[in-house]
């Protein structure tokens, strides 16, 4: 199974996600080979889950609360991503767990609440370029991968996401995607993940069409997740083909 996951960010406003979906359906095959998910922001998963859901692409939230409802300001809860059509959610970003504090605590949580409403969890792991330097990469991917051991088993994506390649162009080498891959399936297997549920782990950071062809031979690569280049939806709709 391959993937292609869009990461709107906080970008787009109604006009041009609808403009956007138009197009992208234009430009991919009816039915398209590879499972093409959009994380829209919150604001534009009613409109964009209208559009493509009846095509079979997936719509993800871009996060969602491990509580069902209550006092939590500014956050959504699962059930209202489900309320407006989303399929799936992401997990664990980079930028949540740089800029909002997001803990492995909080989303072992995240992922038991996404699966009680049937969503599809895309968790994303990554290390810094710091952690990268000290040597400490799959340190870090075993620990980020250790909730897995709270959660149990359950239908998952996974993406990598060096942080050092997410919005800065410098792609990671095909020797430190091969490993990093390779690590994160080990461990997938040895968390018992992978038993009865296919997970596909995703690459991400700074994925283009130039970029793509020759991450998606990397063994274990199984798709992108894509910020910068999903806003384009040519360049997104020629993604999608290369993973088809
Ligand atoms: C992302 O936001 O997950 C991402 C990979 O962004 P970019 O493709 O812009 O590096």
Redesign the pocket.
Known sequence: MRCVVA?W?MNLRSEEAHAFCEDLLLHIAPEPQAEVGIAPPFTLLSLVSGLVRPKGLHVFGQNGHAEDKGAFTGEISMPQLRDVGCSGVLLG?S?RRQFFGETDAALAKKIKAAWQWDLLPLL?IGETLAQRDAGETLAVLGQQLSILSQTGPGPLWV?Y?PVW????GRRAEAPQVLEAHGFIRAELIRHGACADYEVPILY????TPESFPELLNIPEVAGG??????LDPHKFAALVKQAG
Not at 165 to 168: Q, S
Not at 225 to 230: D, I, T, W
């Open positions: 990461n960010k970003h930028e994303c993406a996401e390649a997410i919005g800065t991400g950071g700074s994925v997740l894509v910020g910068g280049a999903s």
